[in-house]
């Protein structure tokens, strides 16, 4: 349900008798104490309004020399304007439902680690989250659903964090969940929506309490005040200077505050994802994530074609607690001309797997050779990057990586992310077959139809496997 949003709009004006004063002689200007006052009163009513979880808008000022983001941005604010809502309600004002009480027990956050968060991110402290991932949050489709366990990911900018999320969602449902009796590709349609929250603080907890190492782990929430103020090297958002920090050196208590907090990563306006993405990093600590990145990565969010996309080290430290730029196994020195330092790739067999193809990388011949840590995980369940877009493909066979015997024939399911797909896809795999070209040597015409995306994919860890989509039109 949509959490009502209130931004109050404050317009101030002289009072008549400074107004009218030039125009009548007889009157005297405002007196300059009398002006301070006033202006005082306004600070007074800004902080009772930002208290209570409220934003007083700014006007809008004409900027010939405004960014691409920027342009962006005011292009949403006049979207909005359009359908009714109020200027900067989606932009910077957070449901009041959503934000903690300042007294609550966390650690402040201070200027200069959001600049260490900001630089780490984007590569300097002035660029900020543009309205995409503003507006984007952890949500489920429906509980008693065909789709109850699935995760809505349209947005292209944030949709990779949302599918690792939604695997390690089905990981718990299907593997790890001990009062799940019935572990099958129906008992995921089965979900109350309190059973839906359940699932998204384990997964939250678990890939955060990775990223500690096993040893401690921090949340992020927002709170109603703010902790400093914007400074010449620091562009405030509004929000990141609200953060409070609450560490755990125990993955049960981090998983019950989750649970008691899940609101503010599920709700709509609650920043969800950006408050994870924080939590993430703040959990593996920023020193940490330079000594895992090497010297092809400096930051870890890349702007492509008007949004924010994140790297790959992202994807790595949620799959495998280690930002890694790479996908092959272990560190390497590919470079000759940098003899002493290492390319940096996966250490360690994951619970959630990486595959990867793309149609444009084959024809040039430069696909990343995926590493077996990384194709082989512990539970049958992979977030797939197919032609740059991101999807989960999962088994219900816990043994399918353990017993090569399992592996001849058997079933796969595959989720994309978006609205459009109402029912899962139900793959049958069948690796002795080697018969999959001439299958689709009948349509010459679409290399697509031929060819299709999602069954290349499977190939790179199955080569020569044949895939029947039981009756589902192919797709990716």
């Known amino acids: 349900m949509k959490q009502s949003v209130t931004t109050v709009q404050l317009g101030y004006s002289l009072p008549m008798d400074k107004r009218t004063s030039e125009r009548e ?70 449901p009041r439902e959503l934000i903690i009480a300042s007294d609550h027990g966390g ?21 900020t989250f543009n309205y995409e991932w503003k507006k984007s949050f952890f949500k489920f489709r429906d509980a008693f659903s065909d789709m109850a366990y699935a995760l809505d990911a349209e947005k292209a900018g944030t949709r990779s964090i949302q599918l690792v999320v939604q695997a390690h969602i089905i990981k718990y449902l299907l593997f790890t969940n001990n009062d799940c009796n019935h572990r099958s590709i129906k008992s995921l349609s089965e979900l109350t929506q309190k059973q839906q929250e359940r699932a998204l603080a384990a997964s939250l907890a ?46 049960d208590k981090l998983e019950k505050f989750l649970c008691v907090h899940i609101h503010c990563f599920k ?15 703040f959990s593996r600590t920023i020193i940490r994530i330079h000594q895992d990145l090497d010297y092809t990565t400096t930051h870890l969010l890349h702007f492509c074609l008007g949004n924010y996309t994140v790297r790959q080290a992202v994807l790595n ?23 002493g330092q290492k390319h940096h ?10 595959l990867q193809w793309s149609r444009e990388e084959m024809e040039q011949d430069k696909l990343p050779q995926v590493g077996s840590m990384l194709k082989t995980p512990k539970f049958p369940l992979w977030l797939c990057n197919i032609n740059g877009t991101y999807s989960v493909l999962f088994g219900t066979n816990a043994s399918l990586l353990c017993d090569w015997k399992m592996e001849h024939t058997f079933e796969l399911y595959f989720y ?8 899962t896809a139900h793959l049958k795999i069948d690796t002795h077959s080697h018969g999959w070209e001439g299958h689709y040597k009948i349509d010459e015409g679409d290399r697509e139809k031929r060819f299709p995306s999602l069954e290349m994919t499977i190939r790179t860890k199955w080569e020569g496997a044949a895939i029947n989509w039981n009756g589902t039109v192919p797709f990716f």
């Open 25 to 94: 002689p007889g009157r005297k200007p405002m007196e300059l104490e009398e002006i301070t006052t006033k202006i005082s009163e306004l600070d007074k009513w800004r902080s009772i309004f930002s208290s209570q979880g409220l934003e007083i808008s700014k006007p809008i000022v004409q900027d010939n020399h405004k960014t691409e983001e920027e342009s962006e941005d005011r292009a949403e604010t006049s979207s909005s304007k359009k359908h009714g809502i109020i200027p900067g309600s989606l932009f910077y004002s957070i």
């Open 107 to 127: 650690q402040p956050i201070s200027i200069e680690m959001a600049t260490e968060l900001r630089k780490i991110l984007f590569g300097n402290a002035f660029q």
């Open 206 to 251: 678990d890939i955060l309490w990775t990223a500690g190492d096993m040893k401690r782990a921090t949340i992020c929430l927002i709170t109603n005040d703010s902790y400093f103020t914007e400074s010449p090297d620091y562009k405030t958002d509004n929000f990141t200077e609200k953060l409070q920090l609450f560490e755990f050196a125990e993955k």
């Open 267 to 281: 709700d709509e306006g609650s920043h969800g994802v950006i408050l994870f993405l924080y939590s993430l990093l």
């Open 317 to 339: 430290l949620m799959l495998t607690g280690r930002a890694s730029p790479h996908v092959f196994n272990g560190d390497q020195a590919l470079d000759p001309e940098r003899l």
């Open 345 to 354: 790739g996966v250490l360690t067999r994951t619970d959630v797997g990486y």
């Open 416 to 423: 994309n992310g978006q609205s459009s797909q109402s029912k």
